[in-house]
């Protein structure tokens, strides 16, 4: 079983940029895709990105596109996403999931979870 665990949450002025990492440990990775959920306030957890284990698909959701970066070290078990241009309602916690096979966008199909890092962005 995976055990995934997040950093890199922090707080940030709108514009600025931050990264998030995550490592895994547990088992192996192969054919693993490792992604990004995030959660706000009062809201449902929505997807954010997610990588194949090659690296050959990459997933981001419209209101991240162009301003967030996945990318993944499979010799270290981490994936990170880099968010630059931070904005107020990107304020969320921020999750980690991975699912075996080819990236999904939908919570049900992740099957393991880190614990989540709060990412909070402020005027």
């Known amino acids: 079983q995976l055990q995934l665990i997040e950093s890199g949450g922090g707080s940030v002025q709108t514009g600025g940029s931050l990264t998030l990492s995550c490592v895994a440990s547990?088992?192996?990775?192969?054919?693993?895709?490792l992604g990004w959920f995030r959660q706000a306030p009062g809201q449902e957890r929505h997807f954010v990105s997610a990588m194949s284990w090659n690296g050959h698909t990459k997933e981001y959701a419209g209101p991240v596109k162009g301003r967030f970066t996945i990318s993944r070290d499979n010799a270290r078990k981490m994936v990170y996403l880099q968010m630059n241009d931070l904005r107020i309602d990107d304020t969320a916690v921020y999750y980690c999931?991975?699912?075996?096979?080819?990236?999904?966008?939908?919570?049900?199909?992740?099957?393991?979870w880190g614990q989540g890092t709060q990412v909070t962005v402020s005027s």
């Open positions: 999931a991975a699912r075996k096979g080819l990236p999904a966008t939908q919570e049900y199909e992740y099957d393991n």
């Open positions: 547990g088992g192996t990775l192969t054919w693993y895709t």
